[in-house]
């Protein structure tokens, strides 16, 4: 089956600096990257995601890359500020297959 | 509010008793899955449910079970409730399964095992 690697687990960043977490998939098959963020004690919430037929997509501070070749998708935020705090999670899926997450990356904005 | 409702929010119980968790998907979601959170750690994905019929199976205990009803909603089962079963559940829906349909997640239930 799918195995979704994310890295790091934890980050700090200054506020107004950008983030990047990373992740690595296994299965070439794998056609769709959502990423989530869970705020302390809610729910995960989908942000972004991108399906394999696009290499990359911006949503105001948030963008996603995908480079199906070396099977890795990148979260990228810029301008961070203190409400990006969070867990994040990222997670990919075949064509008719469930979701595989990743581990999740605590991001810590330093005001 | 994503739409998904879970219920209760939170449960206490003792160690060796049983409980049961439901589920509501949002309206038109065949299908419905279950996960496990236990504190600082990831989504521990158990079972996936499709138009009432299992669909997938993850890391489910056999003390664990679930179902899902005519009406799409769904139950988790937890018996022989041990401590290391603390944790916050959630219940999560989406379309259709293998359409890439986005995963909606409910507030889940915090589970606390004494």
């Known amino acids: 089956g799918e195995n979704v690697e994310q890295h790091p687990s934890t980050l700090s960043v200054q506020e107004g600096d950008s983030a990047v977490i990373k992740c690595t998939y296994s299965d070439s098959a794998s056609n769709y990257f959502p990423w989530y963020k869970q705020e302390l004690g809610k729910r995960p919430q989908l942000i972004i995601d991108i399906r394999s037929n696009v290499g990359e997509k911006k949503d105001q501070r948030i963008a996603v890359t995908l480079n199906k070749t070396a099977k890795h998708f990148s979260l990228h935020i810029t301008e961070t500020q203190p409400e990006d705090s969070a867990v994040y999670f990222c997670?990919?899926?075949?064509?008719?297959?469930?979701?595989?997450f990743g581990t999740g990356t605590r991001l810590t904005i330093i005001p | 509010d994503s739409g998904v409702t879970q219920t209760p929010k939170h449960l206490i119980t003792a160690t060796g008793q049983r409980v049961t968790l439901r589920c509501s998907p949002r309206?038109?979601?065949?299908?419905v899955y279950w996960y496990q959170q236990s504190l600082d750690q990831g989504l521990q994905f158990l079972i996936q449910y499709y138009n009432g019929e299992e669909r997938a199976k993850g890391n489910i205990l056999e003390r664990f079970s679930a179902q899902q009803f005519p009406d799409l909603h769904s139950e988790l089962n937890l018996s022989s409730l041990e401590l290391g079963d603390s944790a916050l559940y959630f219940c999560?829906?989406?379309?259709?399964?293998?359409?890439?349909?986005?995963?909606?997640f409910g507030n889940g239930t915090r589970l606390t095992v004494t």
């Open positions: 309206s038109g979601d065949l299908s």
């Open positions: 999560a829906s989406s379309v259709d399964v293998g359409v890439n349909s986005p995963l909606h």
């Open positions: 997670a990919a899926s075949r064509p008719n297959e469930k979701l595989t």
